[in-house]
């Protein structure tokens, strides 16, 4: 029993009933009854239609294969009464030019092949420098012509920045800053207590957490919050066309979007590195207080004696420059996306993952710089 | 245009609002099978809130919304997805998937409901290019890419994707020329005669309701007011009579002036 054809065949032809509703979603049922259906030795194939309660465009198409399978295999095909409107619908916008989907175009495999494709590499990978280079000068030129005056630097907007990557950060930044700290004292305290040393344990705490990790871990976690949220908010902007119609105004983009992200972070993560530095000692304290039993006086003196004229400031002075490099990674890389939705997820991901690459980069070449000049 | 009597869509005490403004109160409307129902309203008077509440998208604060029959608010997960593979919908400003092409973006309602092959998949796409008037090579090109009318021609074979048998269009014609805004109108037309479709569609451009539409809701004071184009034309509504007879549409009546 069929859903959708009563064929009946007498000698060499063949008479089709169509039926029910022939509807775009029925149409692998639809598809199996008539391959289904046998053809041949049919030298006439009449197709009969009053049964039929509806015929929508998908499966009149699959009808229309049908038939001109069948016409193919030498059987003639004709409509008792009137032919369905849907097969001239289908005639007429399949007949406008020749319908075929457009291929991918293909490229042939060849031994070339791997050559070219590092020459594309390096191309792109030399045009990203030169507009990330661009992108530099053209940020560095908007900043020095908005420092003239208090108005183009937008104190509003960087207020907002500030709020948004700083004041919104802070617990996520303490919580991290407080749990590296207790690992550092963890970790050093079970080498240390072999030889006695327990106390270094502090000096261990207070340097690596003032002078590299304090500010190393808040710069990272701003990159992954503060980058990407950088990164989307211009990136949507640019595919709604906002940043256009802010160009159209005669505003410039990288006055209103870039300088005060720049700004707004270089205020906000020294901030945050000073409390991150300060619950990385408070947790030091802690540990020291109740798994070492060194009292509270007694680490307070260490610390003040281990901590060095730089140690806290080289820490501090690093932030906005990774603020500077945490904001133009998002910026550039928002600013860059057109088309779709894919670009803008595509380039909030490689904001990110350079910012915190970059991050790591200059902190080592800061601990070669602090080393040479024996700070 | 033939009326068959049957209810496909009812709306029946619908209310929105957002915070303390209020969009909709106590608005009801009923769609006829092979209606051409204009939903027409000033800027703001809550067309889109009503479409999207239709939809599902919009959470009323009280109202029920059925089609075919079915309040919507009842259906379970697998009931609702056969009710929306029956309809197609465009939105105001397209909506199209930007990370797709105008050819995968017609082919995912179909890859979604329909298995087909994929020769079968890139036809039928092509078909329903064809068929909303877009060139062959728009198929490949991506939205970013499309003018702002070729946009609307292809949400429109989106929404045709599956052959629904109801269709809700946003403001279809508006942002095309003339010329362009008359031949959606043209195709929209002869979809409906051929496929008999039922439209539901919102618009503000009065060309377009006389050329398509049967029946029109106006949207007036957070509710609507329903009546056959021909009469509803004669509703003693001050807003309803502003806008069939004001400037523009005596223009238009006059064959836009000698
Ligand atoms: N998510 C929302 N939150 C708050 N208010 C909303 C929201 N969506 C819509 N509104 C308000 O509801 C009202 C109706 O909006 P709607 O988009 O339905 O207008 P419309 O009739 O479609 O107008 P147009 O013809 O301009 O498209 C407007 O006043 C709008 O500000
Ligand atoms: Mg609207």
């Known amino acids: ?375 | 245009m033939p009326q068959s009597g049957r209810v496909i869509l009812e709306v029946r005490g619908l209310v929105n609002h957002f915070g303390a403004q209020v969009v909709h109160d106590g608005l009801d409307m009923q769609v006829y099978a092979e209606d051409v129902f204009g939903i027409v309203g000033g800027s703001g008077a809550g067309k889109s809130v009503l479409l999207r509440s239709i939809l599902g998208l919009e959470h009323p604060q009280s109202g029920t919304v059925s089609i075919g029959g079915r309040d919507l608010a009842r259906l379970n997960y697998a009931q609702l997805r056969t009710v929306k593979a029956d309809y197609g919908v465009t939105f105001q400003a397209g909506a199209l998937y930007s990370a797709l092409t105008v050819l995968q973006n017609v082919q995912f309602p179909m890859i979604e409901h329909l298995q087909l092959p994929a020769q079968a998949l890139d036809e039928l796409a092509m078909l329903k290019i064809r068929l909303v008037g877009l060139p062959a090579d728009a198929a490949a090109k991506y939205p970013a890419q499309l003018s702002g009318g070729m946009v609307k021609r292809a949400a429109l074979a989106r929404a045709l994707a599956l052959d629904p048998q109801l269709l809700f269009l946003d403001e279809p014609t508006s942002g095309l020329d003339p010329i362009g805004a008359a031949a959606f109108d043209d195709l929209l037309h002869e979809l409906h005669r051929q496929l008999r479709l039922t439209v539901v569609m919102i618009t503000h451009d009065l060309d377009s309701i006389f050329r398509n539409c049967n029946r029109v809701g106006v949207i007036v004071d957070r509710r609507m007011e329903v009546d056959t184009l021909a009469r509803i034309v004669d509703h003693p509504n001050p807003w309803i009579q502003a806008y069939f007879h004001g400037e523009r549409a005596r223009a238009r009546e006059e064959g836009y002036g000698a």
Not at chain 1, 79 to 106: M, T, Y
Not at chain 1, 180 to 206: H, K, M, N, P, W
């Open chain 1, 1 to 375: 029993m069929t859903d959708y054809l009563a064929a009946r065949r007498s000698a060499d032809s063949l008479e089709l009933a169509l039926k029910g509703e022939w509807r775009a979603l029925r149409l692998k049922e639809i598809g199996a009854e008539l391959s289904a259906l046998d053809l041949s030795g049919v030298r006439t194939l009449v197709i009969a239609t009053p049964d039929l309660a509806l015929l929508d465009l998908s499966s009149a198409w699959r009808l229309r294969e049908f038939i001109a399978a069948a016409e193919r295999g030498g059987t003639a095909v004709s409509f008792r009464g009137a032919q369905p409107e849907q097969l001239q619908v289908l005639d007429e916008a399949l007949s406008r030019d020749s319908v075929k989907a457009p291929g991918e175009a293909h490229t042939h495999e060849s031994f070339i092949e791997p050559v070219t494709e590092l020459g594309h590499y390096v191309v792109s990978a030399a045009r990203d420098a030169r507009s990330g280079l661009a992108f530099l000068g053209r940020v560095a030129v908007v900043m020095l012509a908005a420092a003239g005056s208090v108005r183009r630097l937008r104190p509003i907007a960087i207020a907002r920045h500030v709020y948004d990557t700083g004041v919104t950060a802070i617990p996520i930044v303490a919580l991290i800053a407080f749990l590296i700290s207790v690992i550092i004292a963890f970790l050093s305290a079970q080498q240390l207590q072999r030889f006695g040393a327990e106390i270094f344990v502090v000096d261990l705490v207070t340097i690596g957490v003032l002078r590299e990790l304090g500010v190393l871990l808040t710069a990272i976690i701003v990159a992954g919050r503060s980058g990407s949220a950088f990164a989307a908010e211009i990136g949507t902007m640019c595919l709604n066309e906002e940043v256009d119609a802010l160009y159209a105004t005669g505003v410039d983009p990288y006055e209103l979007l870039v300088v005060p992200r720049i700004l707004g972070l270089m205020i906000a993560l020294p901030l945050l590195t000073v409390i991150a530095d300060a619950i990385g000692l408070a947790g030091g304290a802690l540990l020291c207080r109740f798994l070492l039993d060194i009292p509270l006086t007694q680490y307070l003196n260490r610390v003040s004696e281990s901590i060095g004229a730089w140690t806290f400031w080289i820490g501090v002075m690093k932030a906005p420059i990774f603020a500077i490099l945490i904001a133009l990674a998002g910026t550039y890389r928002g600013l860059q996306v057109s088309g779709s939705s894919r670009e803008l997820g595509r380039l909030t991901t490689i904001a990110v993952v350079q910012s915190i690459f970059i991050i790591i980069l200059a902190d080592a070449l800061f601990a070669v710089l602090f080393m040479e000049i024996n700070i």
